[in-house]
Nanobody, 121 residues
Framework: QVHLVESGGGSVQPGDSATLSCAVSGRDFHGTAMAWFRQAPGKEREFVAA??????RANYDESVEGRFTIERDNSNVYLRMNNLQIEDTALYYC????????????????WGQGTQVTVSS
């Protein structure tokens, strides 16, 4: 059973940096894709970034391109966030699926419980 546990959220100011972690376990992740999504109050869950486990290829939503980086080691997937803005405030989720990257939340089979990031001045 896939187990994903996010951590690293908190309250920051605009322009700050933060790193989210997603501890992964429960399967061989080769041949799968990992992703970060986020959901702000009153809004739908939206794609942030995705990474192929084996090839380390990544893609990003244009709203975070150049500011956020998705990376992994053998036990964790990270979302390194720079120059955070108020509009980045959301509950951030880690997700996993078989096969290639997707920007669609419905394509992902396994989800963590989420970690809150709040950006305010």
């Amino acid at each position: 059973q896939v187990h994903l546990v996010e951590s690293g959220g908190g309250s920051v100011q605009p322009g700050d940096s933060a790193t989210l972690s997603c501890a992964v376990s429960g399967r061989d992740f080769h041949g799968t894709a990992m992703a970060w999504f986020r959901q702000a109050p009153g809004k739908e869950r939206e794609f942030v970034a995705a990474l192929t486990w084996s090839g380390h290829r990544a893609n990003y939503d244009e709203s975070v391109e150049g500011r956020f980086t998705i990376e992994r080691d053998n036990s964790n997937v990270y979302l390194r966030m720079n120059n955070l803005q108020i509009e980045d405030t959301a509950l951030y989720y880690c997700a996993n699926r078989e096969g290639s990257r997707s920007i669609l939340a419905r394509d992902y089979d396994d989800w963590g419980q989420g970690t809150q990031v709040t950006v305010s001045s």
